[in-house]
């Protein structure tokens, strides 16, 4: 309601007002679907500032950036007959605009929403494009696949003829190589292990190990969201998790799960995403429901769940699994003395030092400094941040043979940061940054809880 | 309760930065707490004190002496003559020789995007050829399709106002340019790699060919704050040596490139300065200390959940009305986090004056602080005891109308943080 609306207007003689409750009948403007995003349309003052943040629209002059992809478009396809304009496809959704927006305007949100619906109304059912970026959003299915015989996919996968065949037929870029698939899948290995019962008694005795307090403990339970890349091709990662968790007393579950939805997102493909994102709101919600918060060890599947699952999807139990999702290192910082702990650590050898990279869905949840200001207590060890470029490969984007250029001109940046800094090894959260900062420099890439099992996790 | 500090700032802009600074160098452990982007990218880079008297007296040629006529309540009353100055030093300090005006209490005249002139205490060393006062004619160069600068427009408002030279206006191609709509940190980018548009021949090169064609014996060109983000200094050198004229930039809209680099400097200095920083996360509450009238915790909403930060003391830098340190709506005026008092009238009507350029009731809006910046409530009782407030959520000024707001946030924000540090 405006100004002109109020019945308090001294503009208007009292003999004239009405009753508002009465005579006002709202005339619906917009007519809109299940996203009214009219607000945030409304809330754009048009500063620009998103843009200047776009890694997108650094380094490509023909993409007109995240304002005229949100708001503007928003508006533009207010009129009927009105398309969304194709170069939505060449958005990464690194998410940089909904940090930079000084008025909350939702740009990412709105984003994903012209995406689906282009992909859904524009694009062709029948094109190489579409099969191409819906297998890899569905990166899961294929790994499934591939992780059935690991060596063999391996081989296949990484075969320089077969590459060319894949990039001329299906538009996957032949320059990079494919992440290795694990002889051993995590889920396999928690199975073998013995699951929630073995954890259990794990975290049991750390907890009488540290001093016998809360031996039955209700509130030490995390629900491990894993997502796919743990699983199939960086087991270690989730191991220590699962391993530095317990270390703090911590029982983890590791409920059936899908995939976070975030390369489904990035590709327009909602219904897949949707899919993905109904078994995991209900099976973690259960949990939720026993005390257990959600874990991640990607940062992308936990922006995934806590911040594009409540714009996107109404099933019970969303706004709830927001709310307790954690980012592994952050969950620790926030429940434990993580600081006091490492304080007293150290790791052996020579002294490593780490080139950090902030992967831009850490940066958006306010944790691009916590593995920086986190290790800086630790001996042993020096990390250093490469500054805050993105790295360019933003999941699947990098993998189009159509994107690779953009792609590797976004991270050079970084790659020149990472040269520049004092280590030959790098570090970061997100699976896809590693492969890019992998791909850029030949450097070997860790994770962080990699780091801290290493400094707290005896053997 | 693990996320624990001595001194917690709240805000990232240049009050929260050098509050959290100050804090740092009395020894405190600080973290500093911002919920978007610092808003320095939207600020011009200039560094005011004080143009004109809450009276609308001005320009002023010295800030200082006019400080001791100010209303009772105005943040500068609050903190007195040495904080100002305090905040300048450490200003100063922090910046080196990418700032100029330290040298004098005098304000310069910077020309503005507009043509306008705006009295300043400190400016980048990148706009000091620009100085109005300065006699050498000068042409202005604006660059097709950069929005926000029509060279012509200002140079004949500038010559209106009557500055003792002639200014000329001119516009150039940008080369190697295909959007549209370029953003003005796509200009810097291409400034600070120079790369090449034909036969080894780079941009700045390229750029200065196009300006000499408008020359007729100035001896100094000023250009639209685009200058180069990463190595303005070595981007505006080759284009001085290449135009055989000094080079200046002229303050633009947001985001603006100044304040880009602003923020970049200052970020460093916290980092140095060992200050543990989280941006992207709002403060959205506190809870009390169970004795006494102090905050125990703040409350961090990140993505959905609620976490709480704890400290000894905690600086308030939220900033005003726009930067949403202060809010309002319909019913009221409000500071969010911690509820402080924020006086304003009870009709709305009375908010603002009808005039545009009138006395706006509104743009003083704010907490009103002690003289230790500990906010009151609205019988002038201290809210709470470990709890300061600094730039623009502080009331009783009006920046935009008297120039004074990066003052006031780096005094404010220099005593608040020393004060907050020394308390723990």
Redesign the interface.
């Known amino acids: 309601m405006s100004d002109a609306d109020?019945p308090d207007d001294?503009g208007v003689p009292d003999g004239e007002r009405g009753d508002a409750n009465e005579d006002f009948e709202p005339v619906e403007v917009f007519p809109e679907g299940d996203l009214d995003l009219r607000s945030g349309a409304d809330s754009c003052y048009k500063?620009?500032?998103c843009?200047?943040?776009c890694p997108v629209?650094?380094v490509d002059?023909?993409f007109?950036?995240p304002k005229f992809q949100g708001p503007e478009q928003w508006r533009l396809k207010r009129k009927e007959d009105s398309e969304i304009d194709p170069s939505i496809m060449d958005c990464s959704n690194c998410m940089r605009c909904d940090?930079?927006?000084?008025a909350d305007v939702p740009l990412s949100q709105m984003h994903n929403e012209a995406r689906a619906e282009y992909v859904d109304g524009q694009m062709s059912k029948f094109s190489v494009e579409y099969w191409r970026n819906r297998v890899l959003a569905n990166y899961r299915k294929g790994a499934w696949l591939g992780s059935k015989v690991p060596r063999l996919t391996n081989a296949l996968a990484n075969n320089g003829p077969l590459r060319k065949l894949g990039e001329k037929l299906f538009g996957l870029t032949a320059e990079r190589e494919f992440p290795e698939f694990a002889t051993e899948t995590f889920r396999e290995w928690w199975e073998e292990r013995g699951g929630a019962a073995t954890s259990k008694k794990r975290a049991r005795e750390a907890r009488a190990d540290r001093g016998g307090a809360d031996v039955q403990s209700e509130d030490k339970r995390v629900a491990y969201f894993h997502g796919c890349y743990a699983n199939y091709n960086t087991p270690e990662v989730a191991k220590a998790m699962v391993r530095v968790f317990e270390h703090f007393g911590y029982e983890v579950a590791v409920p059936e799960q899908g995939c976070s939805g975030t390369p489904m997102f990035a590709n327009g493909m909602l219904d897949d995403a949707r899919r993905d994102a109904e078994t995991n709101v209900s099976n973690f919600s259960d949990l939720i429901d026993e005390g257990y918060d959600v874990i991640c060890s990607c940062t992308s599947c936990s922006?995934s769940l806590?911040?594009e699952y409540?714009e996107l999807f109404t099933f019970e139990g969303t706004?709830d699994v927001?709310?307790?999702?954690?980012e592994a290192l952050?969950y620790?910082?926030?429940?434990?003395?993580?600081?006091g702990a490492l304080d007293e650590a150290e790791v052996g050898g020579e002294g490593e030092e780490l080139a950090y990279h902030a992967p831009c869905h850490a940066?958006?949840?306010?944790?691009?400094?916590?593995a920086v200001?986190l290790f800086r207590d630790l001996d042993g060890v020096g990390v250093e941040d490469v500054g805050d470029s993105c790295s360019g490969i933003s999941g699947t984007y990098g993998w189009k043979a159509e994107k690779y250029d953009t792609s590797m001109a976004i991270g050079e940046e970084m790659f020149a940061e990472m040269a520049d800094a004092d280590g030959e090894t790098g570090m970061t959260e997100c699976p896809t940054c590693a492969m890019q900062m992998e791909h850029g420099t030949g450097y070997e890439i860790r994770h962080p809880l990699e780091l801290l099992e290493d400094a707290l996790v005896a053997d | 309760m693990a996320i624990e500090q001595d001194v917690l700032v709240i805000g990232g802009g240049l009050a929260g930065a050098t509050a959290a600074i100050s804090a740092a160098r009395t020894g405190a452990d600080v973290r500093l707490v911002s919920s978007k982007q610092p808003t320095l990218r939207h600020a011009s880079g200039l560094i005011d004190v004080l143009g004109y008297t809450p009276d609308g007296e001005g320009p002023l040629a010295d800030p200082f002496a006019a400080l001791s006529d100010l209303p009772e309540g105005h943040p500068y009353e609050r903190v007195g003559r040495d904080a100002v100055e305090a905040g300048l030093a450490l200003f100063d300090e922090i910046v080196g020789n990418t700032y100029e005006g330290n040298h004098t209490e005098r304000n310069a005249l910077i020309p503005t995007q507009g043509g306008r002139v705006k009295p300043t205490a400190r400016y980048p060393a990148s706009v000091s050829a620009g100085l109005a006062s300065d006699e050498r004619d000068a042409l202005l160069v604006g660059f097709e399709r950069l929005a926000g600068f029509d060279a012509s427009l200002s140079a004949a408002r500038l010559n209106a106002t009557g500055v003792p030279f002639t200014a000329r206006g001119a516009a150039v191609e940008f080369p190697e340019l295909s959007s549209a709509d370029p953003k003005v940190t796509r200009f810097a980018q291409l400034l600070d790699r120079d790369e090449g548009v034909d036969a080894g021949r780079g941009v700045r090169r390229e750029v200065t060919e196009r300006v000499t064609t408008h020359m007729d014996g100035e001896d100094r060109v000023g250009f639209p704050a685009v200058l180069g983000d990463d190595h303005p200094e070595e981007v505006r050198a080759d284009l001085e040596s290449h135009l055989g004229a000094a080079v200046f930039e002229i303050p633009m809209g947001p985001p603006s490139l100044p304040g880009l680099r602003l923020e970049d400097r200052l970020y460093d200095a916290l980092d140095e300065a060992g200050v543990r920083i989280e941006t992207g996360n709002p403060v959205v509450g506190y809870e009390s200390k169970s004795r006494g009238n102090g905050v125990e915790t703040v409350l961090v909403d990140r993505t959905g959940s609620t976490v709480p930060y704890g400290a000894e003391q905690f600086v308030l830098a939220t900033g005003g009305l726009v930067g949403k340190g202060i809010e309002s709506d319909r019913s009221g005026v409000e500071e969010p986090i911690f509820d402080c008092h924020v006086a304003h009238p009870s009709d709305r009507y009375d908010w603002f004056a009808d005039d545009a350029f009138g006395d706006h009731r509104f743009a003083r809006f704010g907490v009103d602080p002690d003289r230790e910046l500990r906010p009151r409530d609205a019988h002038g009782k201290i809210e709470f005891d470990n709890l300061r407030a600094a730039g623009a959520v502080l009331g009783n000024y009006d920046f935009a109308a008297e120039k004074s707001g990066s003052g006031v946030s780096l005094a404010t924000g220099s005593h608040a943080g020393r004060l907050a540090g020394e308390n723990t």
């Open positions: 109020s001294r500063c620009s500032t843009d200047t943040n629209a650094e002059d023909e007109p950036g940090d930079a927006c000084p922006m806590r911040q409540p706004a927001a709310a307790h999702t954690y952050e620790l910082r926030i429940h434990e003395d993580l600081r940066r958006n949840q306010g944790l691009d400094r916590q200001e």
